[in-house]
């Protein structure tokens, strides 16, 4: 009995002083989810460069941008309905809860290290990616060298 409520009381423990869970901790298998038809466009610029996502109707829908001057990745999920704590990001191989800002523009935006192996997890992602948001549901967006090409502009 006293080890139970020990046991207990760690675990409790464990969950207050451990980073909020993250929704993009669940497995998804990403291939029973098919990926939004639309096309990428690379557009470099002073300091840096982006890869746009737009659908099939033409509107954004992600953009993936690099700051050389900082080597920080922006990951831009377009047209979200309201502010959320995280963008949460599934790959083939990797899911993680980022922590995100929200702008007058209705984006989403979440910042990387140029050399997080999250990127890597998106730029090797086997054909889809997904981000989602409270309150956005999830986009599952195909992989392309678009945006690989502005992961490395960022680590070059």
Do not use: H, K
């Amino acid at each position: 009995m006293r080890q139970t409520v020990f046991a207990a009381a760690a675990a409790f423990a464990l969950s207050i002083c451990a980073p909020a869970a993250s929704q993009a901790t669940v497995e998804t298998n990403l291939d029973q989810y098919p990926a939004i038809s639309g096309t990428w466009l690379y557009r470099p610029f002073a300091g840096g460069s982006e890869s746009l996502f737009r659908d099939g109707a033409q509107a954004q829908r992600l953009a993936i941008r690099c700051n050389r001057a900082t080597r920080v990745v922006s990951i831009v999920r377009s047209a979200v309905p309201a502010a959320a704590p995280t963008l949460s990001i599934w790959t083939s191989s990797m899911a993680r809860s980022l922590p995100s800002r929200f702008d007058a523009a209705r984006n989403l935006s979440a910042d990387l290290n140029a050399r997080d192996p999250l990127l890597d997890a998106i730029a090797y992602s086997r054909g889809r990616f997904a981000t989602a948001a409270a309150g956005a549901p999830m986009a599952t967006i195909p992989t392309s060298p678009e945006a690989v090409r502005v992961i490395e502009d960022c680590r070059s």
